[in-house]
């Protein structure tokens, strides 16, 4: 099991690339996250929902993904609430206080899940969630220790040098570890290290006289990270500025499923970057993307609150072109109506009305992976479609695409608008190059699968440069 001395220190990363290691070493490695906290979801090949970072370790597995390899997932829809999802399916919402509460319970699925994973694998990988460090919500745990004292896995901690205070993140954990948990933990990483690795041997040294534990390597700095998916939303990457055609997003306060974007960030002509809360559309910009939402009418107030529905309208009137993904799209019609409140309080609300359509939530959930034809360029796409509601309405007269002859999607009758509830429609290469020429642009970014692929393959040489894998792989032993 790989934890961490906090969020964002590279756990899913870690992950990934040890599963792309041993894999290629010929053992059949699975990826396993207990409870994960993610808006950014993958639908499953057994027909589910995962977090997007496990179908990535799928992916450097090369194996199929399940609803199993991430049993619980946690979908934040407002501050202190979300949606729990349990092996693939929504379970509820719950307040982060009834959640305190329901987490016990939700253990046997875990231990069943992690089962399950494990009888098709010569090796299971592990990630926890957030750190131990925790010790305040150690009590029915089932991220982190818990799971691992439930499941008698051994652990491997990972600290980030790039934030800083490394030294006193790594041993200040064993500080504030019960002594049973803290002897869980069979050795650590160092991840993102910038520079000459030996100027750390001191402090390398330093930990391991602190703490006892091991250390299994310094992992530098991997310059390509930015080319695999990201999932948290503090994953946000600033623009590169490659191209003249800018793209760009919102960024909402439930931002779900943004990697839509990174195909078109891998494209060198394209300038794409998030706008954050408070600054104002950009005018030069060629399109804005109303990206996808955990909490649709929620964010259709955010995006008012920033002033962003004037400059949606402005940006129109200049002749901009606007695309709505999910929930991105159901904001861009005239009506969003949630009579049992699935989403938050029942209610219904007035659209940005830039779109002739109009959307009821319903209680089913939509978990599909699509064939899709573009009418426009007769071009074949896949994608998936991961959402509740339904969308119906004049401009769906024009759709943006076919699914099995049936329409998907709409299209303004200018043209400039458009919106679709098919999720990573840019990973197909064809699709991505007909769009962009259609704002003057052309594709240049080669393969985006291929592309993700062998950045996989590098992480993976990557690590096994740095660190001990073959000291790392004899911990395993055979799961309870």
């Known amino acids: 099991m790989i934890q961490g001395c906090g969020s964002n220190v590279g756990k899913s990363m870690l992950v990934a690339g040890l599963a792309r290691a ?15 906290m993610s808006n950014n979801a993958a639908v499953t090949d057994d027909g589910g929902e995962i977090g997007r970072a496990q179908a990535l370790q799928a992916l ?36 982060a206080r009834d959640y305190t509460a329901l987490k016990p ?10 089962r399950r994973v494990s009888a098709e694998a010569d090796l299971v990988l592990v990630e926890g969630a957030g750190s131990p460090a925790e010790v305040n919500l150690r009590a029915g745990d089932i991220a982190n220790m818990g799971f691992a004292e439930a499941a008698d896995v051994p652990v491997i901690l990972v600290g980030d040098i790039d934030r800083g205070g490394v030294i006193a993140q790594v041993v200040g954990t064993r500080a504030v570890l019960d002594p049973a948990d803290a002897a869980r933990i069979r050795g650590f990483v160092i991840n993102k290290f910038r520079g000459d690795v030996s100027l750390f041997d001191d402090g390398y040294r330093t930990i ?89 009418r929620g964010d259709l107030a955010y995006l008012r609150a920033q002033g962003w529905d004037i400059d949606l309208a402005a940006h129109r009137r200049r002749g901009g072109r606007i695309l709505g993904v999910c929930g991105g799209y159901q904001m861009l019609g005239r009506t969003v109506d949630d ?74 009758a200018d043209g400039l608008v458009r919106g679709t509830y098919l999720h990573g429609m840019f990973s197909s290469d064809a699709f991505r190059a007909a769009f962009l020429a259609d704002l003057g642009a052309r594709s240049e970014g080669g393969a985006y699968a291929g592309g993700v692929d062998a950045t996989l393959d590098a992480l993976a040489a990557h690590l096994e440069t740095h660190l001990d894998l073959d000291a790392m792989l004899s911990l395993a032993r055979e799961g309870r």
């Not at 946000?236 to 760009?248: D, K, M, S, T, Y």
């Not at 009579?339 to 209610?347: D, M, Y």
């Not at 969308?391 to 998907?408: H, K, N, S």
Request: include cysteine; proline fraction near 10%; charge should be neutral.
């Open 22 to 36: 041993w894999a290629d070493r010929g053992l059949r490695v699975m990826p396993f996250k207990p409870q994960n």
């Open 60 to 95: 450097g597995a090369r194996v199929p993904t399940s609803v199993h390899m991430n049993p619980v997932l946690l979908k934040p829809e407002t501050e202190r609430g979300a949606q729990v999802v349990v092996q693939g399916t929504r379970l509820r919402h719950a307040t």
């Open 105 to 114: 319970t939700l253990m046997a699925a875990v231990l069943d899940s992690f």
């Open 339 to 412: 009579p049992e409140g699935i989403e938050g309080p029942a209610g219904l609300s007035e659209g940005l009305g830039l779109l002739a359509v109009d959307t009821a939530m319903t209680p089913r959930k939509s978990l599909t992976r699509v064939a899709a034809r573009h009418p426009a360029s007769g071009t074949a796409l896949t994608g998936y479609e991961i959402h509740i509601g339904a969308t119906t309405g004049p401009d769906r007269a024009r759709p943006l695409f076919e699914v099995d002859g049936a329409p998907e999607g709409a299209v303004s």
């Open 208 to 296: 391991e006289a602190h703490t006892g534990w091991p250390g299994f390597g310094v992992a530098p700095w991997f310059a390509d990270a930015g080319r695999l998916p990201a999932e948290d939303a503090s994953d946000l990457r600033a623009p590169v500025h490659r191209g003249p055609l800018r793209i760009v997003c919102l960024q909402l306060s439930r931002i779900a499923n943004f990697d839509d974007l990174d195909p078109l960030r891998a494209e060198p002509g394209c300038t794409v970057e998030m706008i954050p809360p408070g600054r104002a559309i950009p005018g030069d910009a060629a399109l804005v993307i109303v990206p996808g939402s955990k909490s649709t």
